[in-house]
C-alpha cells in the first residue's frame, strides 16, 4: 500500500529542473497539462455540438417535441455534469489529504 503511493502518475522527464531552461520547463508542464485538459475540452465541445445538431434535426419534427427534447437534454446535461463534479471534488480532496499526511510524515522524519 505504501509503495502505491510513491508513484507518479504522470511521468516526467529524468533531468533535473536545474538543468533545463525555463522554456524547456513551461514546455513539458504545458504538454502534461494537455493531457489532461485535451479530453475535457474534446468532450465540451463535441457534447455542444451534439446539443445543437439534435435540436435541429428535432425542430423539424414539431414545437412539442422540441420543447421536450430541450427539457430532457438540459435535465441530463445538468445531471451528468453534477456527477462529474462531485467526482472530481472527491478526487481532488483525497489528494490533498495525501499530500497533507506526506507534509506531516516528512517532519516527523525531520525532513524539509
Do not use: Y
Not at 525555463?22 to 497539462?33: F, Q
Amino acid at each position: 500500500m505504501e509503495g502505491e503511493q510513491e508513484q507518479r502518475l504522470l511521468i516526467k522527464d529524468q533531468t533535473s529542473e536545474e538543468e533545463s531552461s525555463l522554456v524547456t520547463r513551461v514546455w513539458n508542464e504545458s504538454k502534461l497539462m494537455w493531457i489532461v485538459a485535451g479530453p475535457a475540452i474534446f468532450t465540451r465541445f463535441s457534447t455542444f455540438g451534439i446539443n445543437v445538431i439534435s435540436q435541429a434535426f428535432v425542430g423539424h419534427i414539431g414545437p412539442r417535441e422540441l420543447a421536450a427534447f430541450a427539457l430532457v437534454f438540459t435535465v441530463l446535461i445538468r445531471f451528468a455534469n453534477g456527477i462529474l463534479v462531485r467526482f472530481f471534488r472527491s478526487i481532488f480532496f483525497k489528494v490533498q489529504n495525501v499530500k497533507n499526511r506526506r507534509k506531516k510524515s516528512l517532519k516527523e522524519r525531520g525532513g524539509p
